[in-house]
């Protein structure tokens, strides 16, 4: 139960974070790319929390607070990107590839379902 609450209160953090990034006015950006600039903010801040688990300075605990709730309710695709570059680590270039394509593609493939679904 306990890493239930570490996981929600860093995600409520994440989303209040996320939300407050779209109502920065920063010139010239739309909507998709205040979205961009998120996620590649959090994936450069999963990126970070990881390697301070990796060396054994932050705890698991931490970790469920910073990485799985803050980044995953500041965003998602930190995640993607992080397990995309793990797998590269790791020498599993087809592999890495294919989860790239395919989750972009299908992900795309899943709204236009969607959509069409709710007509």
């Known amino acids: 139960m306990k890493h239930i609450l570490f996981v929600g209160s860093g995600a409520f953090v ?11 006015p920063i ?3 739309t909507s998709f790319m205040k979205t961009m600039l998120i996620n590649i903010i959090g994936a450069f801040l999963l ?18 607070l ?15 990107s992080l397990e995309i570059i793990q797998l590269i680590d790791d020498r599993h ?13 299908l992900s795309l493939f899943a709204i236009i379902l969607g959509r069409i679904i709710l007509q």
């Open 14 to 24: 994440g989303a209040i974070l996320r939300y407050g990034m779209t109502l920065i």
């Open 27 to 29: 010139a010239y950006m």
């Open 47 to 64: 990126s970070i929390i990881t390697r301070f688990i990796e060396k054994n300075m932050l705890t698991q605990e931490m970790f469920l």
């Open 66 to 80: 910073l990485g799985t709730g803050v980044c995953g309710g500041f965003t998602t695709f930190s995640t993607f």
């Open 93 to 105: 270039y087809i592999i890495a590839f294919l989860y790239a394509i395919l989750s972009v593609v």
